[in-house]
C-alpha cells in the first residue's frame, strides 16, 4: 500500500480511513465464496486456511443424565465445575471453584502444570465433599490448538496466551492429565471429553435454544463450530453411528482478505507471523493495536491532533480493545468522557474534532471486525442452508461481542446485506458457561456413545 503523505487534514485522512477499512457486501459476498471453497478442502482432508477438526461428537438430545465434572484452561483462571444433568434437557451447576495460575504453574515443566490441576481436583473434591466410590465423567476445556484424534484424546499443537509448559506441544493432553490424577492417587475421575472452547458453546446454548446451530468465539481469538452431516465430512476414516458431527473450524486462520498497511504492520509484530491472519483483523487481542498502528501512522504523517507523544496512549503496554469501547461508547454532545480518557493519559488542550476523529478510528477498526465475523458466519449459515428456510440462533460468547458497544448491532446490519428479509431467520445470542455446562454435557454424550 503506498499514498502519498504530505498535505492531507484531518479528515481527509478519516475519509481516507474509512474507504481502507470498508469492506462493500460485494467484497463480503467474495468472502462467502471463499470460505465455502476453503471449508469443503477443509472437509476433503486437503490443506485449507479452515482447519474443520471433527469434535467426535454430535448435539445433545436432552437426555444427558447424572452429575458431571468440567475443567476450563485457557485463561487467566483455572476452574473446576460440578454440573448436574436431570436427563429432562435441564443442566445445572452445583459447584465452581476458580484457582489462580501463577507463572510458575504455566511456565515450568508440562509435569508441574498437570499436578496443579490435579491438585485443584483433589481440593474441589474434599471442598465439596464428592462421592468418592462415585466415578466422574470429566469433560476438559482446553482452549489451545490441538489435534484431536478422539472424544478423548488430543495432540497440543502449541501452545499460545503466555503458556510455555516444556513437554506438552505434540503430546496427548488427556494423557497427560490422566497421569497426574494418578500420581495425586485421585481414582474417582475419568476425562470423558477433550473439549474446545467453541463446541463447549455450542452445546450449552443447544441445551436451552434447540435451534442453535453454531457457535461462535469473540474475545481475546474468534473462531466457530457447527453441526455438519457425516457424509460432507468426506474426510472421516473411522466408524461413527451417528449422522452428524460438530466440526471446530478454526476459522481464525481464514487469510483470503484484504489486508492493509497497518494488518500487515500488525502481522509482522506478532509471534505467528502469516498465522491466524482473519482472527488478528477481528479479535479483541489485535483490534486496540490495529488503533494505535493507524494513530502512530498520523502522528508520523503530522496530521495528528495531539499535542503530546503518542507514547503516553501506550504507557500500561498497549491501546487496549477496552479502550476503544469506552471511546466509542461516548455519545455526549461535548465527548466529555473521551476527554476524560485523553486526560488520563497526559493530553491537554483538547479540542471536539480531535476527540471525533479518535472516535471514528474506533468505529472504523470495529466495524471492519464486526463485518468480517458476521460474513463468516453468514457463510456457515448459507453452506448449511442456502435458501434460509429454517431459523438459526449462533450462540456467541465472549467480551468483545458482549461488551463493544453496536458491535452486535453492526453485524446485524451486515448480515441484513445478506440476507435481506430472510434475517428474521437469524438469531445472535450471547452463550454463557461452554467450559461448564458445555463441556459436561459433552462428557455425558462421549460417556452414553461409550456404552454403546
Ligand atoms: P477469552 O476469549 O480469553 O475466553 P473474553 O471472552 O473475556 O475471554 O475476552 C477477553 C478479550 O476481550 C480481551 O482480550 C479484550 O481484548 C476483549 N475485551 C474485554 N473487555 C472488553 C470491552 N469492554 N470491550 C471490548 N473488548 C473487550
Ligand atoms: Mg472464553
Redesign the pocket.
Known amino acids: 500500500m503506498s499514498y502519498n503523505t504530505v498535505d492531507i487534514a484531518d479528515t481527509a485522512f478519516i475519509n481516507y480511513l474509512t474507504k481502507l477499512f470498508n469492506l462493500s457486501i460485494g467484497d463480503l459476498r467474495c468472502m462467502v465464496k471463499e470460505i465455502h471453497s476453503e471449508m469443503q478442502k477443509g472437509l476433503s482432508g486437503y490443506s485449507s486456511s479452515i482447519k474443520m477438526i471433527p469434535s467426535f461428537v454430535g448435539l445433545p438430545d436432552g437426555s444427558e443424565e447424572g452429575s458431571f465434572l468440567a475443567l476450563d484452561l485457557?485463561?487467566t483462571n483455572f476452574r473446576v465445575v460440578e454440573v448436574v444433568l436431570d436427563g429432562k434437557g435441564k443442566a445445572s451447576t452445583e459447584a465452581s471453584s476458580k484457582y489462580t495460575l501463577k507463572k510458575k504453574d504455566i511456565q515450568g515443566t508440562g509435569a508441574q502444570l498437570f499436578d496443579f490441576i490435579a491438585e485443584c481436583i483433589k481440593e474441589f473434591i474434599n471442598e465439596y465433599s464428592l462421592d468418592l466410590h462415585k466415578t466422574y465423567e470429566l469433560g476438559f476445556t482446553f482452549?489451545f490448538p490441538v489435534e484431536q484424534t478422539n472424544v478423548a484424546a488430543g495432540a497440543l499443537i502449541s501452545w499460545c496466551?503466555g503458556f510455555t509448559s516444556t513437554g506438552v506441544e505434540g503430546e496427548d493432553v488427556v494423557v497427560l492429565l490422566n497421569e497426574a490424577l494418578k500420581r495425586k492417587d485421585i481414582n474417582n475421575v475419568k476425562v470423558a471429553a477433550l473439549v474446545n472452547?467453541t463446541v463447549g458453546t455450542l452445546v450449552a446454548k443447544n441445551y436451552s435454544v434447540s435451534d442453535c446451530d453454531i457457535g461462535v468465539?469473540?474475545?481475546?481469538?474468534t473462531n466457530a463450530c457447527y453441526c455438519e452431516k457425516m457424509l460432507n465430512i468426506t474426510k472421516w476414516r473411522g466408524i461413527s453411528h451417528r449422522d452428524s458431527m460438530i466440526i471446530n473450524m478454526e476459522w481464525g486462520i481464514f487469510d483470503k482478505l484484504p489486508f492493509t498497511y497497518y494488518d500487515r504492520t500488525l502481522d509482522k509484530q506478532t509471534e505467528n507471523v502469516q498465522d491466524h491472519l482473519m482472527e488478528k483483523m477481528v479479535?479483541?487481542?489485535y483490534?486496540?493495536e490495529l488503533t494505535r498502528l493507524v494513530l502512530k501512522d498520523m502522528a508520523n504523517r503530522e496530521i495528528c491532533f495531539f499535542d503530546r507523544d503518542l507514547s503516553h496512549f501506550t504507557r500500561n503496554g498497549s491501546f487496549?480493545?477496552?479502550y476503544?469501547?469506552?471511546i466509542v461508547e461516548d455519545e455526549s454532545d461535548t465527548l466529555s468522557d473521551i476527554e476524560e480518557f485523553m486526560k488520563e493519559f497526559g493530553f491537554i488542550s483538547i479540542n471536539l474534532e480531535s476527540k471525533q476523529i479518535l472516535k471514528d478510528i474506533c468505529s472504523i477498526i470495529a466495524k471492519r471486525s464486526a463485518r468480517i465475523s458476521s460474513t463468516a458466519i453468514a457463510a456457515v449459515i448459507l453452506w448449511k442452508d442456502p435458501e434460509l428456510k429454517e431459523t438459526h440462533t449462533v450462540g456467541i460468547?465472549?467480551?468483545?461481542f458482549?461488551?463493544?458497544p453496536g458491535?452486535c448491532d453492526m453485524m446485524y446490519s451486515t448480515l441484513k446485506e445478506h440476507f435481506g428479509s430472510k434475517i428474521k431467520n437469524v438469531k445472535l445470542e450471547t452463550a454463557k458457561d461452554g467450559s461448564g455446562k458445555g463441556a459436561a454435557i459433552i462428557a455425558a454424550i462421549a460417556a452414553k456413545s461409550e456404552q454403546e
Open positions: 485457557g485463561g482452549s496466551k472452547d468465539i469473540l474475545g481475546t481469538g479479535s479483541g487481542m483490534l486496540g487496549k480493545t477496552e476503544m469501547s469506552r460468547d465472549g467480551s468483545l458482549e461488551k463493544f458491535y
